[in-house]
């Protein structure tokens, strides 16, 4: 499992995690602070996901 996080300072505001298995990305969980929702977090944390595995197949 891979876990990429958000964070603004010091502070953790969003999570996605990932499983990789023969060119197959699953998107496990995609989780954002409910105080920081609608501000792009969870738009950042995809995008910077699609940057990386960009060649293999994204799965929800």
């Given at each position: 499992?891979?876990?990429?996080?958000?964070?603004?300072?010091?502070?953790?505001?969003?999570?996605?995690?990932?499983?990789?298995?023969?060119?197959?990305?699953?998107?496990?969980?995609?989780?954002?602070?409910?105080?920081?929702?609608?501000?792009?977090?969870?738009?950042?944390?995809?995008?910077h996901?699609?940057?990386?595995?960009?060649?293999?197949?994204?799965?929800v």
């Open positions: 499992m891979r876990v990429f996080g958000a964070c603004t300072e010091a502070d953790l505001r969003g999570v996605i995690e990932l499983e990789h298995h023969s060119g197959v990305v699953l998107i496990a969980s995609l989780v954002v602070d409910p105080d920081y929702c609608r501000q792009g977090l969870a738009r950042l944390l995809f995008r996901v699609i940057s990386i595995y960009a060649k293999d197949f994204l799965q």
